[in-house]
């Protein structure tokens, strides 16, 4: 048996969590020390082994209370912490905080547990949406574990730390503080449980805020680790999803859908089931961008069972379906309750797509003014991206073409710089329909071709069919003939008469007779409701 101890020592130091913790498991506990059991409790939980890591902590806990051993047992509670609250049991997560505070008592007042202990309230003061009380909590951590020089409490002090301060509008700060912290994981300073935990942190937080570069360079790290350690399954979820995230971005949509696929199972086999959601909101983004409203909406039933809020993509689902009263409904409550950078990445872009699809223009005008000013403040080149299409996709349905234009050319060089085929062909689609609104039709035909292309690679159906429309000359609602079109896009666009008949070479007595069949098949009486009609069906 002391061989075998000896043995499982040397395999947890080598890395080789596996062969540990068979050992561990087949020694009588009673034989095993408290640092015996808690490093089994560490290596179980990176193998996946939750039950297990937990009754080895529990143990270790038990022998270092009663050995009077008080910070050992702190960092025993605050493990079990994290366990219980990333299962979603916070009365347990809870529970062990409270003892960990407790044992803080036996403790000199400069302990470095007290930075531990501070860790657990920042997590329970970020579950009540006290920003303020968690950034507070994420500082006194990170000065414990400079004065201590502890690698792990630093590294995971300064994540949460820049994380919080990104949530505040601290957006430079907060990417400071986050590569600060990557810092020290990437010179393999830390612990493999503190590596992970603080890899996924970081890399979430960019996420959030579209900071792309970072989250691709992260992502690709986390997985060759991942690769390196044998049998592991903690962080191997956190990390299919962020792989998968990317590949969505660049246009791998199938091999995203396995990355997701693959995120569940190995959250599963993690007992996480709290992050399934996550990835099944994931899911659900890319079905509906492929046209598999079902699927789509199936995911995001899912990820809302699993606790994660499926919006703004189920809002966009339920647009996709032509419920414009529910989808505007939901973003204009989700558009008020936003608050700080992150949320409102995930969220304006969305909105603004939802509000001038039903024609709430002066809505989308607010809405994209605040996404400009989001961008300028965070600074990402993707934010810029969205912030830009948003701009020319509300001149638009105003009626200014022309100045559509400006915003939409601004657009497309961010997203070809980015490399993101969807967004690209997204704004090759508005770019045509300003073109078309401008009378420059052959144009409009180039980048609806360009647009068609990438549509039907990726395999986005219900942008491809939208593009298609466009280049149809014939087909269009109410009777309307291929000219009639061309005189409602135009006046959608804002042109009087005089300026159509220039744009079309017609004579003002030809619009005037025109314009007039128009108002008879659409049963309109204004030239506001007739170009009303135009966005809402997609002429424009």
């Not at 400069?110 to 501070?118: F, M, P, S, T, W």
Request: hydrophobic share 45%.
């Amino acid at each position: 048996m002391v061989e075998d101890l000896k043995q499982a020592r040397s395999h947890y130091e080598q890395g080789d969590w596996v062969a540990a913790v068979d050992l561990w498991s087949g020694t009588d506990p009673a034989a095993m020390c408290a640092d015996d059991l808690h490093g089994a409790g560490l290596a179980a939980y990176l193998l996946g082994r939750r039950e297990a890591a937990i009754d080895f902590h529990q143990s270790a806990y038990t022998r270092y209370r009663d050995a009077g051993v008080a910070a050992g047992a702190v960092r025993c509670s605050f493990h079990l912490a994290l366990i219980f609250g990333s299962g979603g049991e916070h009365a347990l997560e809870s529970g062990w905080t409270a003892r960990a505070q407790r044992l803080l008592e036996d403790l000199d007042d400069d302990a470095l547990e007290h930075g531990y202990v501070a860790l657990l309230h920042m997590y329970r003061h970020l579950g009540s949406d006290d920003l303020q009380a968690a950034s507070a909590a994420a500082t006194r951590a990170t000065r414990a574990a400079r004065r201590h020089r502890d690698p792990d409490l630093l590294a995971l002090g300064l994540s949460c730390a820049g994380r919080l301060a990104i949530y505040a509008g601290r957006v430079a700060e907060g990417l400071a503080l986050l590569d600060e912290a990557m810092a020290g994981a990437a010179a393999h300073e830390v612990t493999p449980v503190v590596f992970g935990h603080v890899y996924c942190t970081a890399i979430e937080g960019c996420q959030e805020i579209a900071e792309l570069g970072r989250v691709a360079e992260w992502t690709s790290a986390l997985h060759r680790w991942c690769l390196a350690q044998p049998g592991l399954v903690a962080f191997t979820g956190q990390c299919s999803v962020h792989r998968g995230q990317l590949m969505r971005v660049h246009g791998a949509w199938r091999e995203a859908l396995a990355e997701f696929a693959d995120a569940i199972e190995r959250y599963r086999l993690a007992d996480s089931l709290a992050a399934v959601g996550v990835a099944e909101c994931e899911r659900g983004d890319l079905l509906r961008q492929r046209g598999e409203f079902d699927a789509a909406e199936m995911a995001y039933q899912r990820s809302g069972e699993h606790g994660y809020d499926p919006q703004p993509g189920l809002a966009l689902l339920w647009l996709a379906r032509g419920s414009d009263e529910a989808a505007v409904a939901a973003v204009r409550r989700l558009v008020t309750e936003a608050a700080g950078p992150a949320a409102e990445c995930r969220l304006l872009p969305a909105a603004v797509d939802v509000l001038v699809a039903a024609g709430a223009i002066d809505e989308a005008g607010a809405v994209a003014t605040r996404l400009e000013a989001l961008a300028a403040q965070v600074g990402t080149e993707t934010l810029r991206a969205f912030a830009a299409l948003a701009s020319g996709t509300v001149e638009l349905a105003a009626g200014e073409a022309a100045g559509a234009l400006r915003h939409l050319r601004r657009s497309r060089r961010l997203w070809a710089r980015a490399r993101r085929p969807y967004e690209d062909g997204r704004v090759r689609a508005v770019t045509a329909r300003a073109l078309i609104a401008v009378g420059d039709a052959e144009s409009a035909r180039r980048e609806l071709d360009a647009a068609c292309t990438i549509f039907r690679e990726l395999g986005a159906t219900p942008a491809l069919e939208e593009a298609e429309r466009l280049l149809r000359p014939a087909g269009y609602p109410a009777g309307l003939t291929g000219r009639e079109v061309e005189v409602l896009r135009l006046v959608a666009a804002g042109r009087t008469n005089s300026q159509v008949a220039g744009d079309l070479v017609l004579s003002e007595k030809t619009v005037t007779r025109h314009l007039s069949n128009i108002f008879a098949k659409l049963e309109v009486g204004s030239r506001t409701a007739a170009a009303a009609y135009a966005f809402e069906h997609h002429l424009v």
